[in-house]
């Protein structure tokens, strides 16, 4: 579904992400681990094309296609979802509105009909119970005053309205208390099936306690430094990051 | 301004004001100031931005005579809602009873030609109120509009009737014959707990050029209230300077809204004079512009007495060359003690020519008071825009969406649902949000 081949990226004259290497298979749910600074955000900003990062190296194919090629919406309709570390506020534009647009474009985009408004509103009742979200909440203008935690089940609700092939969920887990965790978790879990794919982006090994990981990398001043299966964050959040980055500081030193 | 169009102007003011009439002193007086102040010239500090001396071309046409106008040539433009509201229609600066259609019993509401009013039962009423708005305006081109008053109309909402239909006033500039000059006068009496909504629409027939210098003034007397709303939406090359003067002479409530969508160069003057303690009154306005359009608004809050509250916000979007111009005075005299005034105007450019700039004026001589004001200049937010496209909404949509939510809490002020739909199916045309 995704392949990342030798990714070379950076913002102005920094590099941040000095030649990634990853594959997801449909069905597959991978973390990326890592410390603070090693580029695990600039990762997921980079795969749905925000445009501050250049990419001077290497490739990136999704469900065959060149995703380098393709402006952030074009990603989206080909069934990108990023969930975003800070989800922005737009007063004056409701979830409602806002989704309903989202779903049609991307309807377009495969060649189906838009939604009716009772067929929209039929979607939106079922998802909406996947991350326990209120319509009234939908109603208001996009996460102004939302708590944290509204906030990440908005994004988790959004993703299932989209129905993407990959969904990059950033940090989703940072900001929410153990029940919020819960309930975004959940949301995540029902949506996973044999036919779509996860990155998790996380810091902790806490969220991956409730979405449980096919594979684990650790990523580390740009590359990611080891592979393993769920143990690895186990392991990780036993011995922190240090030992990881002794290991690597001393192949490199070499 | 030549002297050609001066001498023009001045045919025109003796042919049009016989000395016996009603308003002839009135008429008298705002010609001699017009002589005294001249038209604003560039460097004039309020007018630095509308340019309007330029305007007084030796080609502007002067409304000698009213050009054959059908009902017809009208209906393409009407407003929404236009079956149930009172119609009055201005053609070329004059008030034309025949194409206007009064649905408001008259028990209600009171409409005649201000000359037909001056001369009966309301003369010591017009007298009183007629021209308020000058000392507010002194330059030429204000008292160029009071020189020909007589075409003008009086409107009065009847004590404590509170009246749901709106009165639609359109203003049409027929320029099918040339750059036409058109200077509609209005004087509006709102009596003690009636309330009246009233919107000013301007039209402009034909593809010439046109210039429209408005003057209307409205008197707000104890618990009326009030909506007012301007809606400018003519052709690239219409012309406009207008001045909203109203003033509550009673506790009242008057809220005014103003959208200008269009035109070359639109000069907006609208003045709040609050004479009577707690009164409140809203201002609001929202310019969408494109092309080379300049929009002014200058507004002016006049607190006399004390414990007034106002409040203030003006939105602009300007793409393309457009450029957007605000000045907000606030005036808080030495007995308006406890005022609570509020001021905000936020500016986003889109076109990479385009330009905005803003003036709070604040002049306080009471020394207990609130007042606030503050603006924004930005362009739109790139974090907010990856996001919506990041959701897979087009660049174009994105945009539209951002643009359309700044917009709405203006577009949300417009009272009368009829109109705010309007004005909002124009807005989103204007964005080109499409699916």
């Not at chain 1, 590099?15 to 990853?22: D, F, Q, S, T, V």
């Not at chain 1, 580029?39 to 795969?47: I, Q």
């Not at chain 1, 969920?169 to 029902?190: H, W």
């Not at chain 2, 007298?127 to 009086?154: E, R």
Request: with cysteine; charged share 25%.
């Amino acid at each position: 579904m995704l392949k990342i081949e030798n990714l070379h990226a950076g913002i102005e004259e920094k590099e941040i992400l000095k030649g990634i290497n990853l594959e997801i298979k449909a069905g597959e749910v991978h973390a990326i681990m890592g410390p603070n600074g090693s580029g695990k955000s600039t990762l997921a900003s980079v795969l749905a094309g925000r445009d501050q990062f250049e990419v001077t190296e290497g490739s990136v194919s999704f469900m065959g296609k060149d995703l380098l090629d393709m402006a952030p919406e074009e990603r989206a309709r080909e069934g990108m979802f990023l969930a975003f570390q800070y989800p922005v506020e737009i007063p004056g534009v409701s979830t409602t509105n806002f989704i309903k647009t989202a779903v049609n474009e991307t309807r377009k985009h495969r060649g189906e009909e838009p939604l009716d408004a009772v067929s929209f509103l039929k979607l939106m009742k079922e998802k909406m119970k996947l991350v326990q979200i209120d319509q009234a909440l939908l109603s208001r203008s996009l996460n102004e005053g939302f708590s944290g935690g509204e906030k990440k089940r908005n994004e988790i609700f959004q993703m299932a309205m989209l129905e993407p092939k990959l969904a990059i969920l950033d940090e989703t887990d940072s900001g929410l208390d153990i029940d919020a965790l819960r309930i975004v978790a959940n949301g995540v879990n029902q949506y996973r099936n044999s036919e779509n794919a996860f990155l998790l982006v996380t810091h902790y090994q806490r969220l991956l306690d409730y979405i449980v990981p096919d594979y684990v990398h650790v990523l580390y001043n740009g590359r990611i430094v080891r592979s393993g299966t769920k143990e690895l964050a186990l392991e990780l959040e036993a011995k922190g990051y240090d030992f990881i980055k002794n290991e690597v500081d001393a192949i490199s030193q070499d | 301004m030549s002297n050609l169009i001066h001498t023009r102007l001045e045919e025109n003011f003796r042919a049009s004001n016989p000395a016996q009439g009603p308003l002839s002193d009135f008429s008298a007086r705002s010609w001699a100031d017009f002589q005294t102040y001249g038209i604003p010239p560039v460097k004039h500090e309020e007018w630095k931005y509308a340019r309007v001396s330029a305007l007084f071309r030796d080609d502007l046409q002067l409304p000698i005579s009213i050009p054959a106008v059908t009902a017809a040539d009208i209906d393409a433009h009407r407003l929404p809602g236009h079956e149930t509201a009172t119609e009055l229609v201005f053609i070329n600066g004059h008030f034309v009873p025949s194409l206007s259609t009064i649905r408001h019993a008259e028990t209600d509401l009171m409409i005649a030609p201000l000359s037909e009013a001056a001369a009966g039962a309301d003369a010591a009423f017009i007298a009183a109120n007629l021209g308020h708005s000058a000392a507010y305006h002194p330059d030429g081109i204000q008292a160029l509009n009071g020189a020909f008053a007589g075409a003008g109309v009086f409107i009065r909402a009847r004590r404590g009737k509170q009246i749901e239909q709106p009165v639609y006033i359109y203003l049409i500039s027929d320029s099918r014959t040339g750059f036409i000059f058109s200077q509609p006068r209005s004087l509006v009496h709102v009596e003690a707990g009636a309330a009246l909504q009233i919107a000013e629409h301007y039209i402009t027939l034909g593809g010439q050029e046109s210039f429209t210098n408005e003057v209307f003034e409205l008197v707000a007397e104890q618990n009326a209230l009030v909506d007012y709303y301007k809606i400018q939406h003519e052709g690239s090359t219409a012309n406009h300077v207008g001045t909203t003067h109203i003033r509550q002479t009673g506790k009242c409530v008057t809220n005014a809204v103003t959208i200008s969508l269009s035109g070359a160069l639109v000069r907006n003057n609208l003045n709040m004079i609050m004479e009577s303690e707690h009164g409140e009154s809203h201002m609001y306005g929202l310019s969408l512009l494109n092309g080379k359009t300049l929009v002014d608004n200058h507004t002016i809050v006049d607190n006399v007495k004390p414990h007034c509250f106002s409040n203030e916000l003006y939105k602009a979007i300007m793409d393309e060359e457009s450029t957007g111009v605000f000045n907000g005075k606030i005036f808080v005299r030495k007995d308006a003690q406890k005022t609570n005034a509020y001021q905000s105007n936020k500016n986003i450019l889109v076109g990479e020519r385009s330009a905005a700039n803003t003036k709070p004026q604040l002049e306080i001589f009471a020394d207990d008071v609130k007042c606030s004001h503050g603006c924004t200049i930005g362009r739109l937010d790139e974090e907010s825009l990856f996001y919506l496209r990041a959701r897979g909404l087009s660049e174009q949509n994105a945009r539209s969406l951002l643009l359309h939510a700044f917009a709405v809490d203006i577009l949300d002020k417009i009272k009368w649902e009829p109109l705010r739909q309007h004005v909002d199916a124009l807005i989103s045309e204007r964005l080109q949000f499409e699916i």
